[in-house]
């Protein structure tokens, strides 16, 4: 089992920007990349950003340019570095681990991302 606990949400107005972290702990071992996702009120979860124990990384079309991901393998955290915030990227941010069949049943809380215009 794994642990995720995201921090690092909160208000901001549009343009601005956040760090948000992501601290697992427990089985990780296995897993071989961590991701960010993000879910709306009313939409369905969808995945933001994703970056491999490699230090390879891949973005939505719509954060390209706007977010990076970053992983720090000694404190097992991964980060999300979000510039020029825009209302639409109002959400709640999640992180998860992936293994080889896929990513962790298992999810943290949460942190709220509000982006005001």
């Known amino acids: 089992q794994v642990q995720l606990v995201e921090s690092g949400g909160g208000l901001v107005q549009a343009g601005g920007s956040l760090r948000l972290s992501c601290a697992a702990s427990?089985?990780?071992?296995?897993?071989?990349?961590m991701g960010w996702f993000r879910q709306a009120p009313g939409k369905q979860r969808e995945l933001v950003a994703t970056v491999t124990t490699g230090g390879s990384a891949n973005y939505v079309d719509s954060v390209k340019g706007r977010f990076t991901i970053s992983r720090d393998a000694a404190k097992n955290t991964v980060y999300l570095q979000m510039n020029i915030l825009k209302p639409e990227d109002t959400a709640v941010y999640y992180c998860?681990?992936?293994?080889?069949?896929?990513?962790?049943?298992?999810w943290g809380q949460g942190t709220q991302v509000t982006v005001s215009s």
């Open positions: 998860n681990a992936r293994g080889i069949v896929g990513w962790s049943k298992y």
């Open positions: 427990g089985s990780i071992a296995g897993f071989n990349a």
